[in-house]
């Protein structure tokens, strides 16, 4: 499976992004797609999560802001990003659950990250 994500860029403050991330490659399944984020000098940290049926879970800092969706049809996850912080500036990763056939385990996979900056 292969993670291609997109869309980040510099933002004012209170701005918006939307964060894409398309997967390809060959898989049965994708499970569970979240977003992470890695600040300068930070760990990486959970941003959002969802489910395949479409449950959503948020860190306490972006929730109210932030919306994660995805389109299964499409294998695209997003991430709408609203009321940017410059605390929210980071490299935001996109990661997936998928099995390769139906008798397989599941494995995690990693997108290559985009960077979003909030600043004025």
């Known amino acids: 499976v292969q993670l291609q994500a997109y869309g980040g860029g510099l933002v004012q403050p209170g701005g918006f992004l939307r964060l894409s991330c398309a997967a390809s490659?060959?898989?049965?399944?994708?499970?569970?797609m979240s977003w992470y984020r890695q600040a300068p000098g930070k760990q990486r940290e959970l941003v959002a999560t969802i489910t395949s049926g479409t449950s959503t879970n948020y860190a306490s800092s972006v929730k109210g802001r932030f919306a994660i969706s995805r389109d299964n049809a499409k294998n695209t996850l997003y991430l709408q990003m609203n009321s940017l912080k410059p605390e929210d500036t980071a490299v935001y990763y996109c990661?997936?659950?998928?099995?390769?056939?139906?008798?397989?385990?599941?494995?995690?996979?990693w997108g290559q990250g985009t960077q979003v900056t909030v600043s004025s």
């Open positions: 490659g060959s898989f049965e399944s994708i499970n569970v």
């Open positions: 990661y997936c659950s998928a099995r390769r056939t139906y008798y397989s385990s599941w494995l995690g996979y």
